[in-house]
């Protein structure tokens, strides 16, 4: 199979919209129609100005802390001699680490501003993460960038850009992993009353797991390679401190049991 796929969904004139954006805009979409419908199964329920509000701030920090996450890890040098290449999101470059470290921003303002628990805010927020990944690595599949390495698998790729050789279509595995599976194992979780914290840390740790493993067959940064013993990636290691985190979070037994807004009502 080739990847002949334009990373142009339509143009109007000179104005070209690509798939790479419009599937951000799925992934806000359907995010926004989840955390509404979450909202409405917790015990006390949110309020829905609230939803609207904390997915609004999530999804500006997702864009910023992605674009400036991915200039600062991973192309630093190209960026710098050229700073309005910054602003061409649509070309691709964004960090899903980055992209945690705005939202979390974003969560922390949230919380201060509406007087929540910053680990209420991240716990109602997780489940709806994964299904948002899961279109962010469509964009990256029909882009053709992120490419696995050569394998003869029935179901490898060629990809123009990587060369005439067949490869891991990695991106699909990162949708169907970090995005389809990831989402199925925290909606099940969160459905049932978790101590605060706990959804959180499974989010962490789910996708630490999932990104390091796929990063195994997943071509490199070309301007990073590898960093580490000759095959740790800047993304594993950047997933390092996130699945120690996650371990915490999952793990930890606070003094009092609060289970706050995680009550979902169940049936």
Known sequence: MIHNLSPVAFSIGNFEMRWYGLMYLAGFVLGWLLGRYRARRLSPAWVTSDVDDLLTFSMLAVILGGRIGYVLFYDFSVYLQDPLEIFKIWHGGMSFHGGLLGVLAAFWYFSKTRHKDFLEVSDFVAPLVPQAIFFGRLGNFINGELWGKTTDLPWAIVFPGAGPWPRHPSQLYEAFLEGALLFLILWIFAKKPRPKGQISGLFAIGYAIFRFGVEFIRIPDAQLGYLAFGWLTMGQILCLPL?????????????????????????
């Open 243 to 267: 699945f120690c985190i996650g371990l915490y979070l999952f793990f930890r037994r606070p003094q009092n049991q609060d289970f706050s807004t995680n009550k979902a009502h169940e049936g």
